[in-house]
């Protein structure tokens, strides 16, 4: 298999991002449809949001979302990382993380925090793989599809920025 190359993500990768958000929604995420790219760019931090290239595609993104709007909270950030499921298990999720982590310390973002089903254990430990610590379990924070999930917390408290 081809190595992927992180990089920051472009406008024309939306299209790439969208079909793996979609591959990614049964195993983690309380959304049950992909938003429309407007909707998506709103709620994310502009910066840093990366792809993970491979060949002349995409396998694999990582973006942050503001917890809140409060100023309080500028420095504490949610992250989300999805990988297409032909690249699974080759590392493009750690190297995803790794760089989302670096660019997040270097923009004075001093908290990332992580919601994972529980089942969702590949996530769990890429998450803590990268730093992060679970933090405890939300239980019944929502439903999907009519259904109470039950959410691991994680965070990852930057050594750098204080």
């Known amino acids: 298999m081809t190595a992927s190359v992180v990089d920051a993500m472009a406008p ?27 909707a998506w760019d709103e709620g994310h931090l502009p ?19 503001p917890i809140s709007r409060r100023a309080v909270y500028r420095g504490v950030a949610e992250d989300s ?3 297409a499921t032909t690249a699974r298990g080759a590392g493009v999720g750690r190297a995803l993380l790794t760089e989302l982590v670096r660019l997040a310390d270097e923009a004075g973002i001093w908290t990332i925090q992580a919601g994972c089903f529980p ?7 890429l998450h ?11 239980e019944r924070i929502g439903r999907r599809e009519g259904v109470w ?6 965070e990852r408290r930057s050594p750098s920025v204080s």
């Open 12 to 38: 024309g990768d939306w299209p790439w991002v969208a079909a793996i958000y979609a591959e990614g929604l049964e195993a983690g995420t309380f959304e049950t449809e992909v938003p429309p790219w407007d």
């Open 47 to 65: 910066s840093p949001r990366l792809v993970a290239r491979r060949g002349d595609g995409v396998c694999g993104w990582a973006a942050l979302s």
């Open 81 to 83: 990382v999805y990988v």
């Open 119 to 125: 089942e969702n254990t590949a996530s769990i430990g």
């Open 128 to 138: 803590e793989s990268c730093g992060f610590r679970v933090v405890g379990t939300r």
């Open 149 to 154: 999930r039950d959410v691991v917390l994680l």
